[in-house]
DNA sequence: ACCTGAACACCGTTCAAGT
DNA sequence: ACCTGAACACCGTTCAAGT
């Protein structure tokens, strides 16, 4: 701790210890005053390699999404368009399932930083070599929103035992959706990214949406 | 001012006015003081109403849901499953549009509030009826993601005139991005829900995956 | 039953001051 | 150039006390 304390700040260091701080304890754990200790340091001195909280938010958002740039970059792929983008589309996602509050700040922030911009140029430069219009890749980009980073947040989490919960006068005003819940069940929760959203479900709906736009083609 | 304070507080009246604070100040004006003064009482009063200010989110979410169900209810739809879902959910949208702060609440929250499963229940039923295996709801609904309730968040937002202010160096790093956007215009602006999500595009995206799933029928 | 005042712990942030 | 202490304005929330 006192040894660490020795290294001086720097944006660089803060935005590491931010994410650290976020995968360790959530993303309401990122506290200035938290961020500080956790760098032997006092609050105010984080002052001097950031402008201000959203800043660090914003950055913490670059950090992330250079680590898909380098994992996307790893990646080798032969076959189409779909084949290219799907495998760098789901390595994407990877880095998400190491940083699990990162869906969620991705989403509340408009934050167009650079990263993200990088890995939205490649996105666009497969589907262009696929043989797409610009105008037939921007519907894409929207159509797949945040599938195009890897995730895809739920609104709803019927829970991995659901039906067993429902009350019977609940249950009553959602005959469908109990219904339909009492012959589901999730069988892989560890690789759930946020509420419901695990392997199986995420590329169902992106090879849906992959498979829509290449009929388009 | 003083006429209205003398109408006794309720959670009824605590969570409309979050709405109206939401909608005319933002979700981040939504303070527990801010909120007590807009109803001329004091903060802790609203305890006595409210368990917490978690509790006032999850309750003006459920006030949108319900506005949603209101508005869905009033639609009328001949045709196949495809019209009613369709239908429905951009019906469901007007409701967004008319609370922008909402889609980012809803999203942040897990929120399984009633009034948002009933919307889902609706749906249900409709797929159902149109043929569809409960297995093949459960995929549609994650596949439809947020757009079963009519948004869709949208991860960066190039700016309506985009092209023009990017700065040369910047560019040169998203070659691909970049001739994509000066080929697009977003035409539009007013019908903007979050960044860049037209009322166009989220059609267009709804309409992919709707066609989509009516093809595994 | 319903509302309030004072108080607590915790934020982000400014600013003048230290080395 | 880099860091800090004291201070400010603003949070959410508890709790004992008022009517």
Redesign the interface.
Known sequence: MTTEARIPLSRERVLRAAVGLADEHGLRAVTMRRLAEELGAEAMSLYYHVAKKEDVLDGIVEVVAEEINEAVARVEVSGGWQRAVRQRILTAREVFLRHRWAP?L???R???S?A???H???L??LM?DGGFS??Q???AL?????R??GF???????GSDASAEVPPE?AA?????V??LS??AHDDPDSTLG???DQT??E??LD??L???DRLR
Chains 1, 2 share one sequence.
């Not at 895809?152 to 019927?158: R, T, V």
């Open positions: 969620a991705f989403e509340a408009s934050s167009t650079l993200v911009l990088r939205y140029d490649t666009v430069g262009r610009h105008d890749i921007h519907h929207h159509a797949l929103g945040s195009a980073l895809s947040q739920e609104l709803f989490d019927p609940l005003q959602l005959p469908n959706l219904g339909m012959e589901i509420w419901c959203d479900e995420f169902f709906g849906l949406i498979d829509g736009l």
